[in-house]
């Protein structure tokens, strides 16, 4: 029986550790061993992950891959990608590969606009609470300019502050819906910080206001925080060619590849429960160097499906045509980046990363995040639509499955050899396996 704690967070790494191998391993030497082995040599470096959050114990690796050859609005691009699923860099390599050959990727920002709010409850007649905020709107503005002043002066800040109505969803229900532009730095702690001074300022304001009644004065802040929902901080990623240059081999024609392709993003905009694995596939390019970047996937996964469903039914995030003989894919994306601020001057893998990417402004890093995620689209559809998913997959899984049976690297490249010409299956290398052991 596992037994609760108070004051685990006072203890040391390895006080905590002790509890923990303690309560819930049986060979507790073994638990140990699996996770100091993960501690960095260079106790700098392990402190400053230590220090990321709370109780750390060790640290938690995930590959770190490169995609090259990514042309984007002409100039060229490796872009690094943390993820564990094996396909993933392979896939996104292969789609720069192809639309290198092809022209490349456009993109564009279509807009930048963050969104915060004030949530309130106000018990009273809404033409005084309307009379009330036109009079207070400039010293909501005022009394945060100590937190927007720097990020004035570089051309962002506070664009609007509107007071919304929303009883007819909860009684007595209002918000301060504000939007922001907030640069190169995703913005949270900003927006967050300016409508925990709107409320105290609206609260305080309001306590003074001559035309309300005692009780129309006590306002009641429920909450203040920024919205992850950014529809209107959009990023476009297109390929263009002619459909006769589609085709790579002579399996299928440009044209056939063009039409089945078409077919099969136009299911996913229809059908919710093929949107959600096509737009997955998106975010697997997409999440990906959203981490190495050091940005918050969830985050963006939160604003990104919202948007995918913003007509009432979760629909593909991708769209494709033939027009004129010219094959057109690509995506629109709601993407809130930064590239200044949180991590990125502090974790070394993630400062690497974005000079690997040419130290990119926020809107350059929405640009080449969305070529990421259309690429991983193209590569996975592109899979679907001729040879199957599981080909490439299990290509890709091979080595998993030889690390899970402790391969050493004379079986590994023996079975690799072996598996260049037959297809993959769990089964299929586990007997490969066996027979060479035997
Ligand atoms: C797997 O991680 C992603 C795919 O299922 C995406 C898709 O079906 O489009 C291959």
């Known amino acids: ?47 400053l992950h230590d220090e990321f959050i709370e109780n750390t114990i060790t640290n938690y690796y995930l590959p770190l891959g490169v995609a090259p050859n990514f042309l984007i609005n002409d100039r060229l691009y490796t872009i690094p990608m943390a993820i564990e699923e094996s396909s993933v860099v392979a896939a996104a390599s292969k789609a720069a590969k192809f639309w290198l050959d092809r022209g490349g990727f456009k993109t564009r920002v279509v807009s930048t606009t963050k969104i915060g709010q004030v949530h309130f409850i106000y018990k009273g007649d809404f033409n005084k609470l309307s009379q009330f905020f036109s009079v207070i709107k400039s010293k909501l503005i005022e009394d945060s300019k100590s937190i927007t002043s720097n990020m004035e002066k570089r051309g962002g800040g506070i664009l609007d502050i509107e007071l919304r109505d929303k009883t007819k969803d909860i009684d007595h ?39 309300f009644t005692e009780a129309e004065k006590q306002i009641d802040i429920v909450m203040s925080i920024l919205s992850n929902y950014v529809p209107d901080c959009l990023v476009r990623a297109e390929v263009n060619c002619k459909v006769e240059d589609l085709s790579e081999s002579d399996s299928i024609s440009g ?51 919202a948007y995918a469903s913003r007509k009432g039914t979760y629909s593909s995030l991708t769209h494709a045509k033939i027009e ?38 926020a809107k350059e890093l929405m640009q080449i995040v969305a070529v990421a995620g259309l690429a991983q689209n193209f590569a996975a559809i592109r899979s679907l639509i001729t040879t199957g998913i599981q080909q490439g997959h299990m290509k890709m899984h091979l080595m998993n499955i030889l690390n899970q049976f402790d391969a050493n690297n004379e079986e590994k490249e023996r079975i690799t050899a072996y598996f260049k010409t037959n297809t993959v299956t769990h089964s299929a290398v586990v007997e490969a396996i066996n027979k060479l052991r035997e």
């Open 255 to 305: 044209e056939a590849f063009a039409k089945k392709f078409v077919q099969a993003i136009n299911i996913a905009e229809v059908e919710p429960y093929r949107a959600v694995t096509h737009n997955k596939g998106i975010m697997n390019g997409i999440d990906a160097v959203v981490l190495a970047t050091g940005n918050d996937f969830r985050a963006v996964e939160a604003g990104v499906h």
């Open 324 to 361: 004129n003989g010219i094959f057109s894919f690509w995506m629109d994306i709601p993407l809130a980046l930064g590239t200044v601020g949180g991590l990125t001057g502090l974790h070394p893998l993630v400062k690497l990363a974005l000079e690997l990417l040419h130290k990119p402004s």
């Open 173 to 211: 229900y209002y918000q301060l819906h504000a939007s922001f532009e907030t640069l190169d730095a995703m913005g949270a702690n900003f927006i967050n910080s300016c409508l925990e001074q709107f409320a105290t300022t609206f609260k305080r304001e309001a306590l003074e206001f001559y035309a």
């Open 1 to 47: 029986m596992s037994k609760s704690i108070s004051g685990f967070s006072k203890l040391t790494k390895s006080k905590k550790i002790d509890w923990i191998v303690d309560t819930y391993f049986s060979n507790t030497e073994e638990a140990k061993r699996v996770l100091i082995q993960y501690w960095n040599t260079d106790e700098k470096l392990q402190q």
